[in-house]
C-alpha cells in the first residue's frame, strides 16, 4: 500500500503563528513517531503514539508542542505562537509492531520555516 | 557521552572502494540498532537493522554490532556515486518509545 504521507509539504509562517502539521501514517500500523531535523542536525524525538495514546511525550521542547492521534491513524502535530527556532523539518514515522525496535518508515516531511 | 555518536564526516571513498561508517553508543540505548540512508532534502530509508552480536549483510551492506564495545558500523563494498549520501546510526530507547539518531556521517563516493 502506499506509505506514510504528510502535508503540507512546506510551511512557511510567521512568528506568533499557530500551525498544524498532518501525517498519514501506512495502513495498519499502530504506532506512529514525530521527529523533528534542524538543519545539519540529525533527528530529535519529539512524541510517541500507541494507538491513539501517547505514552511517551518527553521529546515535545514546550508547552507550545502538542500532538493528537485519531481512529488510530491521522495524527495532527500542532505548534502554537510559532518561534524562529521552530523552523525545522518535522518527520513522522510509523511501524506495524508498538515498539522502536520495529521498523519505522519515515514520511517525506514538513519543512516549516517561520519568518 | 553523547547517546548515539557519529563522526560527521564528510567520508570521500572512490568508485568501486569500500566505505566504512561507525556509530558508538551510550547504556541508555538498548541494542536495536537501524542505519538509515538519507540523500539531501529527502526523508531517511532504512538500509539495514541488526539485533545481536556479529555481522548481518544485505547486498553491498554489511552491519556489525559489538555490544561489549557499544560500535556498530555499516560497510559499504563495491562503493557507486549513487551511495553519495548522509548515513544517520539509530538505536531504540531503553523504554522502546523512541530511535536516538547520530547526526549523521556524510559519504561522498566519487567516480
Known amino acids: 500500500g502506499a506509505g506514510v504521507s504528510q502535508s503540507p509539504s512546506n510551511k512557511v509562517t510567521e512568528k506568533g503563528k499557530d500551525v498544524e502539521l498532518r501525517c498519514d501514517p501506512i495502513?495498519?500500523?499502530?504506532?506512529l513517531y514525530w521527529y523533528r531535523q534542524r538543519l545539519g542536525q540529525g533527528l530529535e524525538f519529539l512524541i510517541y503514539?500507541?494507538?491513539?495514546?501517547?505514552?511517551?511525550k518527553s521529546g515535545l521542547p514546550s508547552d507550545r508542542f502538542s500532538a493528537e492521534r485519531t481512529g488510530e491513524s491521522v495524527s495532527t502535530l500542532t505548534i502554537q505562537r510559532t518561534q524562529q527556532e521552530d523552523s525545522a523539518v518535522y518527520l513522522c514515522?510509523?511501524?506495524?509492531?508498538?515498539?522502536?525496535?520495529?521498523?519505522?518508515?519515515f514520511g517525506p516531511g514538513t519543512r516549516l520555516t517561520v519568518l | 557521552q553523547k547517546e548515539v555518536e557519529q563522526n560527521s564526516g564528510p567520508l570521500s571513498v572512490p568508485e568501486g572502494a569500500i566505505a566504512s561508517l561507525n556509530c558508538t553508543y551510550s547504556?541508555?540505548?538498548?541494542?536495536?540498532f537501524f542505519w538509515y540512508r538519507q540523500y539531501s532534502g529527502k526523508s531517511p530509508e532504512l538500509i539495514m537493522s541488526?539485533?545481536?552480536?556479529g555481522d548481518k549483510e544485505d547486498g553491498r551492506f554489511t552491519a556489525q554490532l559489538n555490544k561489549a564495545s557499544q560500535y556498530v558500523s555499516l560497510l559499504i563494498r563495491d562503493s557507486q556515486p549513487s551511495d553519495s549520501a548522509t548515513y544517520l546510526c539509530?538505536?531504540?530507547?531503553?523504554?522502546?518509545?523512541?530511535?536516538?539518531f547520530g547526526k549523521g556521517t556524510t559519504l561522498s563516493v566519487s567516480s
Open positions: 514515522a510509523s511501524s506495524l509492531v508498538e515498539s522502536s525496535t520495529d521498523t519505522q518508515y
Open positions: 547504556d541508555r540505548v538498548s541494542q536495536s
Open positions: 541488526i539485533y545481536s552480536n
Open positions: 495502513s495498519g500500523h499502530t504506532a
Open positions: 539509530a538505536g531504540s530507547n531503553q523504554a522502546g518509545t523512541a530511535l536516538i
Open positions: 503514539f500507541q494507538g491513539n495514546s501517547a505514552p511517551d
